[in-house]
């Protein structure tokens, strides 16, 4: 209902999908994924869309082929994506520049993503590097630092931008930051002051908490700095608006600011897990780990060279977290995945595992994963052989998603794009039928009466 408006607000583009996007579609809304965007490209004319690819874990856990990578970008660029933005993890270039590459020959303007992370080794000086060597080797359109914990600080972003801008020359450099510490406000704004060329932002009530910051204080802000934003306030009000109420009527909750929290910046596990871990303890009666499962996870985190807290790193940190704790001796229980991110599946360690860490892992973890990573066979002959007289769109699914979830998603039919809201009054006695403890409503407005009443139930006496 508001696509044709944030089209014309002036974004420099809208970030419409990950996979993330692609897996809530499938698994739980039933909507083709593919068929959104087309849906998105249609509304939205003047904008270009984005879309993000995880380098080698572009579908969670587990690493995927190049050839599938690259037909993946294929199809989302064919299917209407104009930007295409890689990142990995670990910076490991070999994981991103051919992507980008083959997105730049296909036409597309390209984004280099590095994700900031917060520790001894992600200095300025490697920030510095692994930009200077992305912009040689992908010739890039755009560099993205992607602050995806919300941990950048006003006090860290003042050296990490000037370095990066020094060996950057005219390509641009993007800001994007998550709330939340509560300081990306505020890593913006000195961020521009310090030569960053775009800030990534969300529109209210879709931003703060865990979002990015809104756009409606940012621009407003700037602007109280001196500087010029080209966006259409009023049609961003109308989009406000028109989300403000969709959550009132759905029971969503609205992006509010977050609180300071110090501890953050140790653990740097994101909220969403460590709601996850409230769950999983309380299914075992440790509620009362939670603290000592967040230390484990900041512990783990040095003794394996410092992943950024991200899908797949943080999942990893986080269920070997639980494991050590629940069962009281470390790493005598160690997931597949945490072994292949050891001994280099997802790419190049920016720091060693801790020796005595490692010869655990090893011990201890599946003998099925082997010492040394093989090069994975290509995907996407069989995935057509598998699948013949489907689009490859559909091929992508299926290989993404097990078992019956393509096919339920299918059988669910065609996508719903039209939301109605319900007068106030029809949400008033819905919600009122909700709860059986009212058995009488009488409701008058001018000469308007209404007067419900439900049935005694059976047994009572008038």
């Known amino acids: 209902p508001v696509a044709e408006r944030v089209d014309r607000i002036g974004f420099d583009a809208i970030d419409l999908m990950g996979f993330i996007q692609f897996d809530v579609c499938v ?7 593919w068929e959104r965007v087309r849906l998105m490209r249609q509304k939205v004319t003047r904008t270009p869309l984005q879309a993000n690819v995880r380098s080698k874990n572009l579908t969670g856990f587990d690493v995927v082929p190049n050839d599938t990578l690259l037909l993946w970008t294929e199809r989302l660029i064919a299917n209407g994506f104009r930007h295409i933005r890689v990142f990995d993890a670990l910076a490991d270039l070999d ?3 051919y992507l980008l590459k083959f997105a730049k020959e296909l036409g597309a303007y390209t984004v280099g993503a590095l994700v900031y992370g917060h520790s001894p080794v992600h200095t300025d000086e490697l920030y510095a590097s692994k930009v200077k060597h992305l912009i040689r080797l992908a010739n890039v359109d755009s560099v993205m630092m992607k602050d995806s914990c919300g941990l950048l600080t006003p006090e860290r972003i003042r050296t990490l931008v000037p370095a990066m801008k020094s060996v950057m020359g005219e390509v641009p450099l993007e800001l994007h930051s ?3 510490t509560g300081l990306a406000p505020l890593v913006y704004l000195e961020g521009v002051k310090l030569g960053v060329d775009q800030v990534h932002c969300s529109i209210a009530p879709l931003a703060n908490g865990p979002a990015q910051p ?8 700037l602007r109280a700095m001196g500087y010029t934003v080209a966006l259409d306030d009023a049609l961003i009000e109308q989009v406000s608006a028109h989300f403000l109420r969709v959550a009132e009527q759905e029971g969503k909750p609205l992006g509010v600011p977050m609180e300071y929290d110090a501890f953050h910046f140790e653990h740097q596990v994101p909220g969403g897990m460590q709601t996850n871990f409230q769950f999983q303890l309380a299914q075992a009666g440790l509620s009362h780990k939670l603290d000592e499962v967040l230390n484990e996870c900041a512990r783990i985190r040095r003794e394996l060279g410092w992943p950024i807290m991200v899908t797949p790193f943080a999942q ?23 072994k292949k991110y050891a001994l280099g599946y997802y790419g190049r360690l920016l720091a060693p595992v ?3 860490v490692l010869d655990r892992i090893v011990e201890n973890g599946s003998k099925r994963v082997a010492l040394e990573p093989e090069p994975l066979a290509p995907a996407v002959p069989e995935l057509r052989k598998k699948y013949p007289g489907m689009s490859d769109e559909e091929r992508l699914l299926r290989y993404s998603f097990a078992g019956t979830q393509v096919d339920e998603m299918l059988a669910a039919g065609a996508m719903q794009t039209e939301y109605r809201f319900e007068a106030p009054l029809v949400r008033l006695l819905n919600e009122l039928a909700r709860r059986p403890r009212f058995r009488h409503v009488y409701i008058q407005k001018g000469d308007f009466r209404l007067e419900l009443a439900a049935a005694a139930p059976a047994g009572t006496i008038h």
């Open 354 to 356: 801790e020796p005595d």
């Open 178 to 180: 998550h709330c939340l």
């Open 95 to 97: 994981n991103m520049v």
């Open 214 to 221: 809104a756009v409606q204080t940012i621009a407003r802000n």
């Open 316 to 338: 990893l940190v986080g269920t070997q977290a639980v494991l050590n704790v629940v069962h009281g001796e470390r790493y005598c229980i160690v997931p597949d995945e945490v």
């Open 27 to 33: 698994r739980y809304l039933k909507e083709d994924p």
